[in-house]
């Protein structure tokens, strides 16, 4: 049976307030979500190891690498990440980068890969902010290059905030191409440039979403040709969200996935995923929307 790729670690949960905005199991609520609605049988799991401080130094200041490893952030530091440090912290931050590049070389092999974590968009070269410590589109896109995998990257974020940290950080490659798709009236305030930056107004429902994504998928093609794309499948754009203000709905959300991964698939350019941004106090109803673009890969790819 063909199997999709799926990459996760048993230590991406980090221990947080009750009440925090972030949900901090919100990795293995989806876990095991996934494997509820029955979507695990059609996976093959694998495990990231964490990245070295050395390898982040290709996207981020090592002095900000060694602050996370060794818990020496200042408080205005750990304000603006808007998570307070813990052992548990610095050892997810570096292992999901690695777990973001793991995925793009099995989308490589296999056309298509998810990881059950990943886009830390807010993270820029020498801060966190935004809940993302270390950007893994940056670092997983810049590694794949140096190495030989690809030349050319596009990174398709449609969180419903501006993939601020991603856009500035990689600002001067020409082989990798920034689109992000964004609420205007949302975090975060001062917005970074992207390579193609669609900004959204409040309240645009499904079907208003859906046209403005495909005229952007095209407009990405017009201007850039990808060997691999990764795909921020943030689902703060949810009407249920509660730091979104789009009124899309769960069909408009899988709708989106799906529209996504077959457009790529049509081209034959392998596709990366990961989970994005997304905020309820209901874990269960959070892992069922991010659950959303695993279902999309299923019924697109096998
Ligand atoms: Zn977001």
New binding site residues.
């Given amino acids: 049976m063909k199997k999709i790729s799926w990459v996760t670690h048993p230590q991406y949960d980090i221990p947080l307030p009750k009440n925090h905005k972030f949900t901090s199991s919100k990795f293995s609520d989806l876990y095991n979500e996934l494997h509820r609605i029955g979507l695990s049988k059609h996976a093959d799991i694998f495990v990231p190891e964490k990245a070295s401080v050395k390898d982040l130094t290709l996207v981020h200041d090592q002095q900000y690498i060694e602050k996370i490893k060794n818990g020496t952030l200042e408080n205005h530091e750990e304000r603006r990440l808007g998570l307070k440090w813990s052992p548990e912290l610095a050892n997810r931050s570096f292992l999901a980068v690695n777990g973001t590049f793991l995925t793009t070389i099995k989308a490589i092999e296999k056309g298509v890969a998810c990881h059950i974590a990943g ?1 830390t ?2 993270s820029h070269y020498n801060f966190g902010s ?1 809940y993302c410590v270390f950007n893994d589109l940056a670092y997983s896109s810049i590694h794949l290059i140096n190495k030989g995998f690809v030349n050319k990257i596009l990174i398709f974020d449609c ?3 501006q993939g601020d940290g991603t856009a500035s950080i990689l600002n001067s490659h020409t082989n990798i191409f920034t689109c992000s798709i ?1 609420c205007k009236n ?2 975060p305030a001062r917005k970074s440039i992207s390579n193609l930056d669609v900004e959204l107004g409040d309240n645009l429902n499904s079907e208003q979403y859906l046209v403005i994504l495909n005229e952007t998928l095209n407009n990405c093609m017009k201007q850039f040709e990808p060997d691999l794309v990764i795909y921020d499948a ?1 689902v ?1 754009i949810h009407k249920n969200d509660e ?2 203000k789009l009124d899309v709905d769960d069909q408009g959300l899988l709708l989106r996935d799906e529209t996504v991964l077959s457009f790529f698939k049509e081209l034959s350019i392998p596709i990366a995923t990961v989970i ?4 309820s106090k209901d874990n269960m109803e959070l892992a069922k929307r991010h659950s959303t673009v695993f279902k999309a890969a299923k019924n697109i790819f096998l």
Avoid: E, I, Q, T
Avoid at 276 to 279: A, D, P
């Fill in positions: 886009g968009h807010h935004g969180d419903v905030h964004h949302n975090f943030g703060d730091l979104g994005g941004g997304g905020y």
